[in-house]
Every structure is written in structure tokens, then in C-alpha cells.
């Protein structure tokens, strides 16, 4: 926070009043891109956008997750090791949960979308993405074929 201030050239107070800490400020940094991501899954095409059954909005919301972690796996896990927990409470992860949630209830009306939408996000912690990316060495498409897996889990 330091730096950016001094970068900045504003006192460390005013950086962290206006970021709040050091996670708040790397959330920050993707800000646009998460602003994109919502605009897509909101009112884009489909089947990430509205016009394709729940199922595979879901699905292609969730591929498109993947893809956006491993592309910023860096700075969201930055983020998430700076306040652990703190992705729960953000605008973000909150929109991603209310999105989720409908979707569920639209495909599976008796499950407990709250609860599911969660489970599904689970996967997408920074810490856990990392470790199965760089540390266990499976692919973005294994996670996705993991996710199938899973979305396709009770269906009989």
C-alpha cells in the first residue's frame, strides 16, 4: 500500500481509505474486467447471455469462470491471500452467487440453490485453482470436463 502511494503520490491513508486493504486494492484491478464478465453473463449472447436454457447458461457461465481465473490467477490469488474470506462479502463474488442461485432454481426449482450455487463456486477460490493448475498440473479443459462432471451429478 506503501508503494502505491508513493507512486500515486498521495499519502498511505487516503490509498487505504480509499481500497480499504491490501485485497480491496488488487480487487481493484479487476475492476473492468469483472465489469465485462458481468455484461456478458447479464446481457450478452448466448449461451452465457440470456436466450439459452439454464443449464447451459450455467455451464458456459462456469467455463467462462475458469478461463477468467486462469488468466488472472495471479492477482486474485494475491487478493485472496491479502484478507482471506474477503471474496464472500465483495460486490463480485456476490453478483456471481445471486447469478448462479437463479440459474439453479430455473433448471432444478427443488434443489437448495444457495447452498449449490456456493458448492459450484467452490472450485473457483484462488488458492485452490492454483493449486490445481500449477501445482497438480490440470488444464483449464480438465477443469471444465471436472464441472460437466459435476453439473451433470444426480441426473439419472
Known amino acids: 500500500m506503501n508503494a502505491v502511494a508513493h507512486a500515486a ?6 490509498v487505504y481509505r480509499r481500497f480499504g486493504d491490501v485485497s480491496g486494492l488488487l480487487l481493484a484491478l479487476l ?10 453473463f447479464l446481457g450478452g449472447p448466448p ?3 440470456p ?11 462456469l467455463h467462462t469462470l475458469a478461463e477468467r481465473l ?15 474470506g474477503a471474496r464472500y462479502g465483495s460486490g463480485a463474488y456476490l453478483t ?12 432444478r426449482p ?18 485452490l485453482f492454483e493449486h490445481l493448475t500449477a501445482e497438480r498440473e490440470v488444464s483449464a479443459d480438465r477443469i471444465k470436463a471436472g464441472i460437466d462432471a459435476l453439473l451433470g451429478a444426480g441426473r439419472g
Open 9 to 14: 503520490g498521495m499519502g498511505v491513508g487516503t
Open 31 to 40: 475492476d473492468e474486467d469483472e465489469k465485462r464478465f458481468q455484461e456478458a
Open 47 to 49: 449461451p452465457l447471455g
Open 51 to 61: 436466450g439459452a436454457p439454464p443449464e447451459e447458461r450455467l455451464r458456459a457461465f
Open 70 to 84: 486462469s488468466a488472472c490467477r495471479a492477482v486474485m490469488g494475491a487478493a485472496e491471500a491479502a484478507s482471506p
Open 96 to 107: 456471481m452467487h445471486t447469478h448462479v442461485s437463479l440459474l439453479l432454481r430455473q433448471a
Open 110 to 127: 427443488e434443489a437448495d440453490a444457495p447452498v449449490l450455487a456456493h458448492l459450484l463456486l467452490a472450485p473457483f477460490v484462488p488458492s
